[in-house]
Nanobody, 110 residues
Framework: VQLQASGGGLVQAGGSLTLSCAAS????????VAWYHRAPGKLRELVARLSVTGVTHYANSVKGRFTISRDNAQNTRYLQMNSLKPEDKAVYYC?????WGQGTLVTVSS
């Protein structure tokens, strides 16, 4: 299974971005999904997680600003990011089962 992440880019503080993660095989369409990020000089950290049953978990730093979702029919996962802050700058990775996307860079200017 290959995961293709997209949607990163440069945005001003307070702006929004939506990251997408498409899978190459439909067998994982309903699997749990997580988004991680790795900020410069830091370890990769969990940002948000969505279980098979729809239970969500968010890192404290993004609660109320980010929303994780999944479209089983499109076999795509999303991370809606609002009210972005400079400290959200990182490479964002999607994770499904044991598979990782290639990462997409989010840069937030102050």
């Amino acid at each position: 299974v290959q995961l293709q992440a997209s949607g990163g880019g440069l945005v001003q503080a307070g702006g929004s971005l939506t990251l997408s993660c498409a899978a190459s095989e439909s067998t994982v369409s309903s699997y749990a999904v997580a988004w991680y990020h790795r900020a410069p000089g830091k370890l990769r950290e969990l940002v948000a997680r969505l279980s098979v049953t729809g239970v969500t978990h968010y890192a404290n730093s993004v609660k109320g600003r980010f929303t994780i979702s999944r479209d089983n029919a499109q076999n795509t996962r999303y991370l809606q990011m609002n009210s972005l802050k400079p400290e959200d700058k990182a490479v964002y990775y999607c994770h499904v089962c044991s598979y990782w996307g290639q990462g997409t860079l989010v840069t937030v200017s102050s």
